[in-house]
């Protein structure tokens, strides 16, 4: 592959067991081996204070309201978007398991009138935009047989269920937010040739030699 002048930004999305972090660690390792330079994230961050706030959520250590925890898990991507920016612009790729449509679509999934999908996107407006996100999709009933849930706060088959409609919902918006459908209800091989193979194409894309841009 031609050297690009600025690192991707791409984004591994998907439900609960759709697979992220396993496909999160071999495209790393496919791009690494291709002679780039990577760098991994997730979010939550979970190390940060404000991380350790949402991580006391999760575990249901700690009560919050509805729209300060969706603040504080945009707090989360805010703190740490200079560090995306910087390494982007020196040539690193920055790999991320879950980002921004998590954060929207999770909160909407809670199904209140005054936390819409609109309402919950607002603060994000500004961050670093992905390249590509590539959403693992996998029907609910697929990833149930990978395994139980475990006991963090929406690990249950009907915020699963909702949060799949959602980001249904998300994908269908005017530009689809730069997301690639891929069927995560395979083998892993096959998953991550399709993924590398999205990667490959939008590596490709006129906007790859542009700066990276912002969220709008
Ligand atoms: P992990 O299981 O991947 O650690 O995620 N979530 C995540 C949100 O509600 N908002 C967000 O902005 C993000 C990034 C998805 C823990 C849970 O946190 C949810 C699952
Ligand atoms: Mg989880």
């Known amino acids: 592959m031609a050297p690009l002048s600025r690192g991707m930004l791409i984004v591994i999305e998907g439900l609960d067991r759709a697979g992220k972090s396993t496909q999160h660690a071999r495209l790393c390792q496919s791009l690494e081996s291709q002679g780039r330079r990577v760098k991994r994230m997730r979010f939550p961050d979970r190390t940060t204070p404000i991380g350790k706030s949402i991580d006391a959520y999760l575990k249901g250590e700690s009560q919050q309201e509805d729209h300060v925890i969706h603040l504080l898990f945009s707090a989360n991507r805010w703190e740490a978007a200079a560090q995306i920016r910087n390494a982007i612009e020196e040539g690193t790729t920055v790999v991320i398991d879950r980002y921004y449509y998590s954060g929207i679509v999770y909160s909407a999934a809670k199904g209140k009138a005054d936390l819409s999908l609109k309402w919950a996107r607002d603060p994000e407006i500004g961050l670093p935009r992905p390249d590509v996100c590539v959403f693992l999709d996998i029907a609910p009933e697929a990833a149930a047989k990978r395994g139980g849930f475990g006991r963090e706060k929406y690990e ?60 709008l």
């Open 156 to 215: 249950t088959n009907a915020m699963q269920k909702r949060v799949r409609e959602l980001f249904y919902e998300l994908i269908a918006t005017s530009d689809g937010l730069d997301i690639c459908v891929v069927d995560a209800g395979r083998d892993v091989e096959e998953v991550e040739k399709d993924v590398m193979e999205r990667v490959k194409d939008v590596m490709k894309q006129p906007k790859m030699t542009q700066p990276l841009t912002e969220i």
